[in-house]
Nanobody
Framework: QVQLVESGGGVVQAGGSLRLSCAAS????????VAWFRQTPGKEREFVAG????????YYADSVKGRFTLSRDNAKNTVYLTMNTLKPEDTAVYYC????????????????WGQGTQVTVSS
């Protein structure tokens, strides 16, 4: 069992930056793949970015590629999502998820989820 806690959300103007954190309860967090998803009201949760547990490679949704960067600090059991050049359409609740898929992009591949953190980008 892994407990995840997201933080770092907030309100930012378009073009600004935020860094989200996902802290895990287990020291073996480095052995898990981690992904970020986001959801807006009335829409399904969508994949944003992920990091593989096998080779720590990162991969991104096309909508955020080049603007968002995923990194992990295994010593702190934390994964970070750095979001630059934010757009109003990035407004959503962002969720951190953990599991064991290799480069998974689907909700069902991740059994562990955080509670979410709200990101609001004003125009």
């Amino acid at each position: 069992q892994v407990q995840l806690v997201e933080s770092g959300g907030g309100v930012v103007q378009a073009g600004g930056s935020l860094r989200l954190s996902c802290a895990a309860s287990r020291s073996t967090f480095s052995r898990y793949a981690v992904a970020w998803f986001r959801q807006t009201p009335g829409k399904e949760r969508e994949f944003v970015a992920g990091i593989s547990w096998i080779d720590s490679s990162t991969y991104y949704a096309d909508s955020v590629k080049g603007r968002f960067t995923l990194s992990r600090d295994n010593a702190k059991n934390t994964v970070y999502l750095t979001m630059n050049t934010l757009k109003p359409e990035d407004t959503a609740v962002y969720y951190c998820a953990a599991g064991s898929p290799h480069r998974g992009r689907h909700e069902y591949e991740y059994p562990y989820w955080g509670q979410g953190t709200q990101v609001t980008v004003s125009s």
